[in-house]
Structure formats: structure tokens, C-alpha cells
């Protein structure tokens, strides 16, 4: 009971202390303005991962990031919407059309359902494609035709469904409407112009959206208006017909655009800042803590034991570190567990010397000398004594670690050896660089991951190195 | 004593080097074997092709093969035990015995590992070198400048920049760059180390060299300078607060003569050291920066044999890629040991 009450108290002005310290380090470390931005900058990071839910318009891009049927309305090598405030010509947007004015009838057996699907177009670049969606049950047709803004109404395709269970119904304007969208151009064009630009060169989407003139076909002029889908369901027997729309995919898209396989650029980049988040800090964390109890119990204990962990450190420092990961990767085939170990294995080696040189001073202290003398064990030595000292330094470069581990990881991503479950910044960019972005000058897939990666790397520098310089005095003036 | 020296550090690092070819090998032991096998067995079907208009009948043909397969595998110790195999295969290592690779050849069409990667390495050395004396020059004319007036206006603006630069990859400051400075304003060639065909004659090829070599060393430096005066910075810094600095502007010296003559000859080997070493683990860290840029190196290998599974190549440029790495920590003690007057003489460092 008493030892109990003893060591109560004792924590007790322990826990003070250190929060006295924290408080003075925190109050040097406010002056530091580069420090505070860090701290922001790590701040909004987190509340990213935080709200992810939110800010994610595919609630699914996370797990489904490799599943194409998850992405197969959206544009493909679409630019961010917000490059039409710099352009003259305004190129459509990616938008979902719902359906408006259902007119429901019901005879015996059959029943009927009139739609409309309203489309206000006031673009000069029409969309790369219109899907037509619902979800399905039951034995469906449908009748679906475009009334255009001079009025025409022109018919475009009529097509068959059938199933037991709720599926998924998709019919894709460019490929289902091609022969009846040829019949209207022939009403308009040369027949010496329609043998030349037949069936096969047509653009769809251009000519449901260009005024009906002579010339159409190949120097379409953008009608802009109101656009009316009208559709018409015939269930045969019992069936139900839910979120019936049409997406259209424009040639830009959301707040950064799409990538060559139609994924939305700005979602893998939210969800892979917790990715980053927590790959950086697990492996500097780890590391430096191996790390620092290392060079301390090295330094505590020198002689025999002090030779041998360092030769061992020595093997390990001297090997190097990329090529080690990147063989041990391919080798390996890790996943984003065991790649954090992998990275552990190699990452604690950097702070042993200088945590091992300041250890052999703090050794020769007086206060050491008394808690032998007052008959601490070695380990009481060491955790309770030693490495206290250490913490601001193990913090210093912990947060100077993280950008390194951010790096690695995306530098095995761009090799194809990341975690293929998960969706990082290096792998947008691995397949960014395997889908020809450089090339075609897709630089809304291949900048942002970087200047993300670099802003999280600045971030952890701006803390590390504000920690830093208040530690060593010797820094900051001559 | 400093041969001694020399000696002793060309000793050591000689055996640790023997130490992380035995981990490699015990690391990798499974996947090398299965290579192994799979190569023999590959052999031997080979062998059979040719033997199989030989008069033999089938069942003897199989028990030649059987046998031959035997002693091939006793050749090259795969029947032994764990240990014995892991120790033979990191002798075949050590005595820069590769194999054959699995798919690559090498520009002259031989599959011999050895010379696969013998012919990139220098190309590596090429991009790596140039690009580190050009960082290394402005790092330290830029870290003298920033540490005489630290926390001047420069010396923060320069080392918020170190900061920003500091979690960027190069590979991807290289690809935005080539995007830029070959596609979208093409002055520069995208990549690769000369043209196709390379020009005739030893001028045009050197210059068509030059040409290739500029934006892939350009965006090397443009990273790297800032973190080697930042470095330059503090160890100049830490040197100003010694006593004999104290003592030379006491006697009335110019701070040129305290910065140049004094402080600069004792900062001189960590300057030397710390400009080496992170050339060492700018070449280290930045071998897949030459993927980016299809520049023939080592770092190019590690992607192509990565991609193509070839493991032999792998695990020979891996055990190269230490070596080299090995011999250029001893380069950098050497020059230590040459420029610090106390090991010379054998005392302490």
C-alpha cells in the first residue's frame, strides 16, 4: 500500500515535469514561424483523413480503385473542370441527369413509364459520352429519343432487358446509337461527304450536338439549348425500375481531372494522404525507437557489447538502402504491412551514432552515478534516466524520418511493386508513367501527387528542422 | 601511419562486404535456387533436342538426362544442406560468378550478367558524377555565403527552400520537367543517352552526349544543391564557435580571413565527408531517377530486371551496386584520413 501511495506521487511530479518542459519547449517553439506552418500544414493533413468522407465524391474510390466497372461513366484523360475559366471554349463537364414529369400507365401485364430527362448544354465542346443507367429487374424495353433545341426529335436506340434480380443496365450513347444518329446526318449532308466520313469516323457526340447544317459531320457547330432525353419503359409482368439517369461524361472533370483509365485523379489523391500519413509516421516511429534504445543500451554498456553492435550496425548502415528495398521488394512482393517493416529493417540504423555519442556523455553524468549507487538496475538506468534525455532529439529525427519513408515507398510504388490494395500517391504516378501522361501532357495526373508528396515532405521538414534548431544552439547565430 | 590506415579501412570494409554478400545470399537463397533449377532444367531440354536423332532409346536417353541433371545439381550444390547451399551461392556471388540472365542480353547480345552490368556502369557514373560536382560546387559556395550571415534575409529564404525541396522525389521533379522541357516546349530530348543513331564523329557524339546528359543532371542539381548548403551551413557554423576563431578576431582579423583561412581548413574534412556521403546517397537513392529518363545505367537495370522478373540480374547488380557503394565509403575515408592531420599521425579522430 505504501510503495503503491510512493510511486503515485512520484509519476505524479514526473507527469508535471514533463509537461513543464513540453510547455517551454512548445513556447521556444512558436517562434519558430516555418515550425508553425508545419504544424498547420500536418494539421489540415490530418483533418483530409479526417473528413475523407466528406470531401470523396466516390465513397468506393478507395476499395474499388482498381475495379474499371466502378469508373465507367466518367471521361477518360479528362483535364480538372476548372481549366474552362482559362479557356475560350468551354468543354462539358461531367454531370448525372435525372429524370423529371414520370408519367406512369398500368394495363394488365404491362406497364408503362414516360420520362424526361432534361439537359441544359451551353458548351462549345460536346461530352466525350452519354451513358444511359438504371438499375433493373424484371422484362424491360426501352424506347429513348432526343428532342434537340431547333426542335427535331431524333430517335435513338430502343433496346431489351431481362432480369430476375435488381442489375445494373447501362447503354452507352456512342456505341448504341450510331446507325440512327448517321440516318438524321444523311438528311443534312452531301452524299459525297457521308461516303467519306461513314458509320465508323463519326463522332456521336458531335453531331447530337451541332447545329443541323451541311457540314456538320466534320466542322460541327455546337448548338447550345435545352436538350430533352425522352424515355419510355415497357415492363413486361412485374418489374421495378430505380435510379434511371443519364451521366454524361464530359471532357473535363471534378477538381482534378481523370486519368487514362477514367478514375477520378482528385479521390485516389484523398485517399492516399492517409496512406502517406501513416506509412511515414508507423515507419519513422518504429525505426527511430529502435534506433535510439540501440546506440543508448550501446553506449550504456560499451566494451564487448558496444564492438559488436556497432559492427553489427556497421553491416547494415553500409548496405545500400534503395537497391536492398527494391530487390527485397521484387523478391517479396510486399504489402503495405510488411513493406513498413521492410522499411524498419534498414530506416533505424541513421540516428544510432549520434544518439550513441550523446549516450557516452550522459553515461559520465553525476545523477547516473547515483542511481547506481543507489542500486538501480541497468534497464531502470537506461529507460528511466537515459532516454528521457533523448526524447526531443527522437522527435527531431522522427519528424525529419517521415519524408524519407514517403519517398520509398512511392519510389517501390513507381515500380510496380506496391500494395495493390490500397491506392498511394506513388502508385497514381506509377500509373501515370506507365499510361503515357508525360507524354501526352497529362499534367493534372502526374503534377498533383508530387506536389503532394513534396508538401507532406515540406511539412515534416518544417517541423524537424524548427526541432532541430532549437536543439543545437550552436545553429542559429555565428 | 597512414598507409596503415589505409590498410586497415580497406581490411574492414573488404569484410563487411563479405558479411552482406552471406546476407544476401541467406535473404535470397530460395529465389536464387528456384532460378538455378529452372535454368538447368532449361538446359537439359535443350540438350535433349539435339540428342534426340541419336539412335538411343528413350528409356536410356531418360537415364542419361537423369544423371546429367544429377551431376549439374551437384555441381552447383544443390543437394546439400540449407547452410552449405546459402555458403556456395554467396562464394558464386563473391567471385563475381553471376550466371546467365533470364530474358536480358547486353547491347553486344550476351546474356553473362557480368557484362550486362559492366557496360552500365559508366553511365551511371556519368550522370551521378557530373551531377554531384556541379551540386556540390554550388552547395558549398551557397552554405560559405549563407553562413556569414546567418539568419540573414538569404540565409532563411535559402534554407525554407531546403525545406520545400526536402520530401520532393527528383523522378518526379524529372518527369514533370520532361513533360515540360520536351513535349510541351520541346528543347530537350526526352530521354535516353544519344540520339538514334548517335552522330559520327567523336565532337558531334560528345556534344549529342551533353546534350542528353543536360536536363537529366539539370534537375539532379536543381534538388540537390540546397540540402548540401544548408549542411555546409551548420558545420561552418559549429567550426565559428570554436576558441581559435575567438582568438583570430581578437588579434584583428578580417572575417574574410577568419572564414576562408581559418574556419575553412578545419571545416574542411567534415565538409569533404558530408559532400561525399550524400553523393553516395544521392547515387544510391536516386538509381530509379534514371528509369524516368531511359538512361542506361544501373538504376535503369533494377527497373527493366524488375519488371521482367530476371532475377540473376537483379541479385548481380544488387551485390555491384554494394560493392561500388562499399568502395566509395572507403574512397571518402581515405580522403578523411588524408585531410585530417590526426589520423595521419594515428591518433584519434
Redesign the interface.
Known amino acids: 500500500m505504501k510503495t503503491a501511495l510512493v510511486k503515485k506521487t512520484s509519476t505524479g511530479t514526473n507527469g508535471k515535469r514533463a509537461k513543464g518542459l513540453f510547455t517551454s519547449f512548445w513556447n521556444e517553439f512558436k517562434r519558430y514561424k516555418?515550425g508553425m506552418v508545419g504544424v498547420v500544414l500536418l494539421l489540415m493533413f490530418i483533418l483530409v483523413v479526417i473528413l475523407e468522407p466528406l470531401i470523396l465524391p466516390f465513397p468506393e474510390a478507395g476499395s474499388r480503385w482498381r475495379d474499371i466497372t466502378y469508373w465507367q461513366d466518367n471521361p477518360d484523360n479528362a483535364a480538372p473542370a476548372w481549366t474552362n475559366w482559362f479557356t475560350a471554349k468551354d468543354k462539358t463537364p461531367q454531370q448525372t441527369l435525372k429524370p423529371v414529369n414520370l408519367v406512369e400507365q398500368n394495363e394488365p401485364g404491362l406497364s408503362f413509364v414516360d420520362g424526361e430527362i432534361p439537359y441544359n448544354y451551353q458548351y462549345d465542346d460536346p461530352p466525350t459520352d452519354i451513358a444511359f443507367r438504371a438499375m433493373v429487374q424484371g422484362d424491360v424495353s426501352f424506347i429513348v429519343s432526343l428532342v434537340r433545341p431547333d426542335g427535331t426529335e431524333l430517335p435513338l436506340f430502343d433496346t431489351h432487358t431481362a432480369s430476375s434480380v435488381p442489375s445494373d443496365f447501362r447503354v452507352s450513347l456512342n456505341s448504341a446509337t450510331i446507325d440512327n444518329v448517321f440516318e438524321f446526318v444523311r438528311g443534312y449532308e452531301d452524299p459525297s461527304v457521308t461516303a467519306v466520313y461513314n458509320r465508323r469516323t463519326m463522332n456521336v457526340m458531335n453531331v447530337l450536338f451541332a447545329k443541323a447544317q451541311p457540314g456538320m459531320l466534320y466542322n460541327p457547330e455546337p448548338m447550345k439549348g435545352q436538350y430533352t432525353f425522352k424515355v419510355t419503359s415497357v415492363t413486361i409482368g412485374a418489374g421495378e425500375i430505380t435510379d434511371a439517369r443519364m451521366e454524361v461524361a464530359g471532357k473535363v472533370f471534378g477538381i482534378m481531372g481523370t486519368d487514362s483509365a477514367k478514375r477520378d485523379i482528385w479521390s485516389g489523391l484523398v485517399c492516399g494522404t492517409k496512406w502517406a500519413l501513416l506509412i511515414g509516421i508507423t515507419t519513422s516511429l518504429v525505426s527511430v525507437v529502435i534506433g535510439v534504445t540501440y546506440g543508448v543500451v550501446s553506449s550504456f554498456f560499451g566494451g564487448i557489447v558496444d564492438t559488436v553492435m556497432m559492427r553489427i550496425h556497421?553491416?547494415v548502415y553500409?548496405?545500400?538502402?534503395?537497391?536492398?528495398i527494391?530487390?527485397?521488394s521484387?523478391?517479396f512482393k510486399p504489402n503495405l504491412w510488411t513493406m513498413i517493416i521492410l522499411m524498419c529493417l534498414f530506416f533505424w540504423t541513421g540516428s544510432v551514432r549520434t544518439v550513441r555519442s550523446m549516450g557516452l556523455q550522459i553515461k559520465e553524468e553525476t545523477y547516473i552515478e547515483a542511481a547506481r549507487a543507489l542500486n538501480a538496475s541497468n534497464s531502470r538506468i537506461i529507460f528511466k534516466h537515459m532516454l528521457p534525455q533523448l526524447i526531443p532529439y527522437s522527435f527531431a529525427s522522427m519528424a525529419l524520418a517521415?519524408?524519407?519513408a514517403?519517398?520509398y515507398e512511392?519510389?517501390i510504388s513507381?515500380?510496380?511493386?506496391g500494395d495493390a490494395t490500397i491506392v498511394t500517391w506513388g502508385q497514381i504516378?506509377q500509373d501515370?508513367?506507365n499510361g503515357s501522361?508525360?507524354?501526352?501532357?497529362l499534367?493534372w495526373w502526374?503534377?498533383p501527387?508530387?506536389i503532394l508528396?513534396?508538401l507532406?515532405?515540406?511539412t515534416?521538414?518544417?517541423i524537424g528542422?524548427a526541432m532541430d534548431t532549437i536543439l543545437?544552439p550552436?545553429?542559429?547565430?555565428? | 601511419m597512414y598507409w596503415k590506415y589505409v590498410l586497415r579501412r580497406l581490411l574492414q570494409?573488404v569484410l563487411?562486404f563479405v558479411?552482406?554478400i552471406f546476407?544476401y545470399s541467406a535473404?535470397?537463397n530460395t529465389?536464387m535456387e528456384t532460378t538455378l533449377r529452372s535454368q538447368i532444367n532449361e538446359q537439359i531440354q535443350g540438350e535433349m533436342m539435339q540428342f534426340a536423332t541419336s539412335g538411343l532409346t528413350a528409356e536410356e536417353l531418360k537415364q542419361h538426362f537423369e544423371n546429367r541433371k544429377e551431376r549439374l545439381y551437384e555441381q552447383y550444390h544443390l543437394n546439400d544442406s540449407l547452410p552449405s547451399r546459402i555458403f556456395w551461392r554467396a562464394i558464386d556471388t563473391l567471385t563475381l560468378n553471376f550466371g546467365k540472365a533470364s530474358t536480358i542480353k547486353s547491347s553486344s547480345g550476351s546474356s553473362d550478367v557480368m557484362e550486362i552490368i559492366t557496360e552500365k556502369i559508366p553511365n551511371t557514373l556519368l550522370l551521378f558524377l557530373t551531377a554531384s560536382v556541379i551540386d556540390v560546387i554550388i552547395g558549398i559556395a551557397l552554405g560559405l555565403k549563407k553562413?556569414q550571415k546567418?539568419?540573414g534575409r538569404m540565409d532563411r529564404w535559402t534554407?525554407?527552400i531546403?525545406?520545400?525541396?526536402?520530401?520532393?522525389?527528383t523522378?518526379?521533379?524529372g518527369?514533370?520537367f520532361?513533360?515540360f522541357f520536351s513535349?510541351?516546349i520541346p528543347i530537350f530530348p526526352?530521354g535516353g543517352i544519344h540520339s538514334i543513331p548517335p552522330p559520327e564523329g567523336g565532337l558531334a557524339y560528345f556534344l549529342d552526349t551533353l546534350y542528353h546528359l543536360a536536363l537529366p543532371v539539370l534537375v539532379l542539381v536543381i534538388v540537390g544543391f540546397w540540402g548540401r548548403a544548408y549542411l555546409i551551413r551548420?558545420i561552418v557554423?559549429?567550426t565559428?564557435?570554436e576558441d581559435f576563431i575567438m582568438s583570430a578576431r581578437a588579434r584583428g582579423l578580417s572575417e574574410r580571413r577568419v572564414l576562408f583561412g581559418h574556419t575553412l581548413r578545419t571545416a574542411a574534412p567534415p565538409i569533404v565527408t558530408m559532400a561525399l556521403t550524400s553523393m553516395l546517397l544521392s547515387i544510391?537513392?536516386g538509381?530509379?531517377y534514371e528509369?524516368?529518363f531511359s538512361w542506361p545505367g544501373m538504376g535503369n537495370l533494377?527497373?527493366i530486371?524488375?519488371?521482367q522478373?530476371d532475377?540473376p540480374v537483379?541479385?548481380g547488380?544488387?551485390a555491384l551496386?554494394?560493392a561500388l557503394?562499399?568502395m566509395g565509403?572507403v574512397i571518402l575515408d581515405l580522403i578523411y584520413g588524408f585531410l585530417d592531420p590526426r589520423i595521419k599521425v594515428g591518433g584519434k579522430a
Open positions: 516555418y556497421e553491416v553500409n548496405m545500400p538502402l534503395l537497391p536492398i527494391i530487390v527485397m521484387a523478391v517521415v519524408p524519407g514517403i519517398l512511392s519510389t513507381l515500380l510496380g511493386l504516378l501515370a508513367s501522361a508525360v507524354l501526352q501532357g499534367w502526374v503534377v501527387p508530387g508528396m513534396g507532406m515532405g515540406m515534416f521538414a518544417f528542422f543545437n550552436k545553429l542559429r547565430t555565428r | 570494409s563487411t558479411v552482406i546476407i535473404l535470397f529465389v553562413a546567418p539568419n534554407s525554407i531546403t525545406m520545400i525541396v526536402y520530401g520532393l522525389p523522378w518526379w521533379l518527369m514533370v520532361i513533360m513535349y510541351v526526352s551548420n557554423l559549429g565559428l564557435q544510391s537513392g538509381l530509379i528509369g524516368i533494377y527497373w530486371a524488375v519488371q522478373n532475377i537483379l541479385m547488380n544488387l551496386t554494394t557503394y562499399l565509403l
